[in-house]
Nanobody
């Protein structure tokens, strides 16, 4: 079992920045990749990006590429989502998730999920 706790969400004006954190605990040796997803009101949850825990290989959704950056601290079992140039359409609940065997956008491959943190971008 891997337990995830997100933090860092909040209200920010368009064009601003936020950094989300996701701390993992428990059987963290099982982590193959950590991913970030988001769900806006009335929409399906969508992939934001992911990082492979060993290699550091990164994947991003086209909608956030060049604005969002994922990083990790292996020693602390924590991943970060730095969000710059935020837009109104980035408003969503952001979730981090752990896959034990895959890195990328396939939501079904992520077994453990955090509770989510709200990001609200005012226009």
């Amino acid at each position: 079992q891997v337990h995830l706790v997100e933090s860092g969400g909040g209200l920010v004006q368009a064009g601003g920045s936020l950094r989300l954190s996701c701390a993992a605990s428990g059987r963290t040796f099982n982590i193959y990749a950590m991913g970030w997803f988001r769900q806006a009101p009335g929409k399906e949850r969508e992939f934001v990006g992911s990082i492979a825990w060993g290699s550091g290989t990164l994947y991003y959704a086209d909608s956030v590429k060049d604005r969002f950056t994922i990083s990790r601290d292996n020693a602390e079992s924590t991943t970060y989502l730095q969000m710059n140039s935020l837009k109104f359409e980035d408003t969503a609940v952001y979730y981090c998730a752990v896959s034990t065997y895959h890195s990328g956008s396939f939501e079904a491959t992520y077994k453990y999920w955090g509770q989510g943190t709200q990001v609200t971008v005012s226009s």
